[in-house]
């Protein structure tokens, strides 16, 4: 049988300083549990548009369709901020989501014991949390017609964004959320504005729609959005899985960040229908961005990008067991004090660079056979 295929866009800004230590861990696998991928790569992002005027090539989109998993790191940076917005880096990013039809995006915040202190958030609130977003990501504001920007009749502009779910792309992403909680704690909130919003009344119809005829085993709650920002900062605990829209679990992800300590610590998941082969068609990414503050530094934490790929292990290789073994290197590493600049309490003491950091979880990774 052929060995599973990887498609690896590593992007611009930090994208390729984390993905290089993704590739360590890749080899590690081959080289020392027998795990072969077929790694191929290619050019995302502003690295895209250079060689090609576009962010995404088309042959790229027809790689990304084939593979069994695609590897993201990062797009976008000040280089590219001029650009017109049909070729900026992030409309790569966006086809690939919306051609793949990866509509179920797991977002997972954990808050490692060794981390616990150095959240912005006490250590009682955020010392044990695992909690899991679910983003819908293929719709919503972020893909809505009518869009753009137009001039009317009295020469003022109009910006226009439209916020836009159908029931199918509600109830299948409520269905991924569903089936994550019945692994886990077996409870969903669902966040929207329905106070304001009509497609946040059509989304809490058919959540709850799913929950009744589907899964009524399951603990199903509601809240509005903005209160939900507030209660993931005031308990972040009471949470098990939340299930949100595109741009709301893009905010809420971000702001769920800071209660694990970095945005440099955040994996995601992108999902969709399941391939011929029983598994998602799937794109693996961190959650943050090229963070051009800091790129060519060799600073980044490169954890995020690192647990993306345990995720992929998991949910498009069937590797559970080898995806917890390298969640667990992870672990180990922070307890023994290997920090990033991001990690860095105001204490101070001397960060560790990206590459570092890849190596010292290889060396963990050793360590567990
Ligand atoms: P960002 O996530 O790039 O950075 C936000 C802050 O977090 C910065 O201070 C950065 O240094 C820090 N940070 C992020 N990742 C880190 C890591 N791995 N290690 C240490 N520190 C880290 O967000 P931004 O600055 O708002 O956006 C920069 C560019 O990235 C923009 O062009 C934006 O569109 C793009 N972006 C891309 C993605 C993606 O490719 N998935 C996600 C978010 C933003
Ligand atoms: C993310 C990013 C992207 C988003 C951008 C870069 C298109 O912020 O993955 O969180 O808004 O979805
Ligand atoms: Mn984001």
């Not at 866009?9 to 991928?37: C, N, Q, S």
């Not at 017109?84 to 915040?109: C, H, I, Q, T, W």
């Not at 409520?174 to 969903?188: D, P, Q, T, Y």
């Not at 893009?250 to 992108?270: E, H, Q």
């Amino acid at each position: 049988m052929a060995n599973p295929s990887i498609l690896i866009l590593a992007g611009d800004g930090i994208g390729p300083e984390v993905m290089a230590e993704v590739k360590k861990i890749i080899t590690w696998y081959g080289e020392k549990r027998d795990l072969v991928f077929d790694v191929s790569e290619d050019l995302v992002g502003g690295a895209a548009y250079d060689v090609h005027g576009v962010p995404l090539a088309d042959e790229t989109m027809a790689k990304a369709q084939e593979v069994d998993a695609v590897m993201l790191g990062a797009v976008g940076g000040p280089k590219y901020d001029v650009l017109d917005f049909s070729v900026k880096p992030e409309r790569g990013l966006l086809r690939l989501r919306k051609e793949m039809d990866l509509y179920a995006n797991l977002r997972p915040a954990q808050c490692f014991d060794a981390l616990a202190d150095f959240s912005s958030l006490k250590k009682d609130v955020v010392a044990g949390l695992d909690i899991m977003i679910v983003r819908e990501l293929t719709s919503g504001v972020y893909f809505g017609q009518p869009r753009g920007i137009t001039t009317l009749e009295d020469g003022s502009r109009v910006g226009i964004n439209t916020q836009h779910y159908t029931t199918e792309e509600i109830r299948r992403v409520a269905r991924s959320a569903f089936e994550l909680a019945k692994r886990r704690g077996n409870k969903v909130c669902s966040m929207e504005k329905a106070n304001v919003m009509e497609s946040g009344i059509l989304w809490r119809e058919e959540v709850q729609w799913v929950h009744d005829n589907e899964y009524p085993e399951v603990e199903l709650s509601h809240m509005f959005a903005d209160n939900g920002a507030m209660q993931l900062v005031r308990w972040p605990k009471q949470f098990d899985v939340i299930l949100t829209d595109n741009l709301f679990g893009d905010i809420l992800s971000d702001c769920a960040a800071m209660l694990t300590g970095s945005l440099g610590m955040l994996p995601s998941a992108s999902l969709g229908a399941p391939m011929a082969n029983g598994r998602p068609k799937a794109m693996y990414e961190p959650v943050h961005g090229s963070a051009p503050d800091i790129a060519g530094q060799g600073k980044a934490n490169p954890i995020a990008c690192i647990l993306s790929f345990a995720m992929a292990l998991r949910y498009s290789f069937d590797l559970g067991d080898e995806a917890t073994r390298l969640e667990k290197a992870v672990e180990k590493v922070l307890a023994d004090g290997v920090r990033t600049a991001d990690l860095m309490g105001p204490e101070g003491g001397t960060p560790v660079s990206t590459a570092e950091m890849g190596d010292k979880i290889r060396a963990a990774l050793d360590a567990s056979l």
